[in-house]
């Protein structure tokens, strides 16, 4: 089985480096751009099934690449990690609004949730609910995933048998593609953050 992993486009928030999380941010001009280059990119794969995360800049992104030809399913459980109070903000807000709760996620990130937000324990935790399934239910086949950087860089961790909390090793920019083959002995990662198809596009 290969999965193709797709980041969603940019948005406004990406730009701005605020915290999005379950926000429903939509794609600025440019993100809409990546997504046109991924359909040209992924145009000529042969797609056995299809999913997205069901917050905006993600389907969006799946319906672009979708093109209509190809059956779009949504899934809740591919959503990026839930910042709580902490969405909409910048790293420095973050600072200077909540300096205790703010250390104490950066000690502990893996048990300690942002105020009224989610771990990333239980990110882990639904991005491998996820994955099981697509084990159980696919041989052979190429899928393709359209999600967060968080969600993926989980993802990948958790196809190769890493600890969650290695996520931050892996770089995964907005519009980029990622793929894993599985096999019988184990999972390989072929590529990461691949974003070759970017580079005829013009920045709007």
């Known amino acids: 089985m290969r999965l193709l992993l797709v980041r969603h486009g940019e948005t406004d928030w990406n730009l701005a480096q605020r915290f999005q999380g379950h926000s429903d941010v939509p794609l600025n001009q440019a993100g809409l751009q990546q997504a ?36 779009l399913q949504s899934d809740a459980r591919l959503r990026e990690v839930h910042f709580g109070d902490w969405e909409g903000l910048t790293y420095y807000e973050i600072q200077k609004k909540y300096p205790g709760q703010l250390a104490a996620w950066e000690q502990d990130v893996y048990k300690v949730a942002p105020p009224n937000g989610e771990t990333l324990e239980a990110l882990a935790s639904h991005t491998q609910s996820f994955l099981n399934d697509l084990l159980l239910k696919n041989k052979d086949e190429t899928i393709l995933i359209v999600a967060h950087g968080g969600v993926i860089r989980v993802l990948i961790c958790l196809a190769l048998n890493l600890p969650a909390t290695m996520h931050w090793q892996f770089q995964v920019a907005p519009a980029s593609l990622s793929e894993i083959a599985f096999y019988p002995a184990g999972a390989i990662l072929n590529f990461v953050n691949d974003t070759c198809h970017l580079s005829s596009r013009r920045r709007v």
């Open 36 to 71: 046109q280059a991924l359909r040209d990119r992924l145009s000529d794969e042969i797609i056995t099934s299809f999913y997205s995360s069901d917050l905006e800049r993600a389907h969006e992104t799946a319906k672009i690449i979708a093109n209509g030809k190809i059956d």
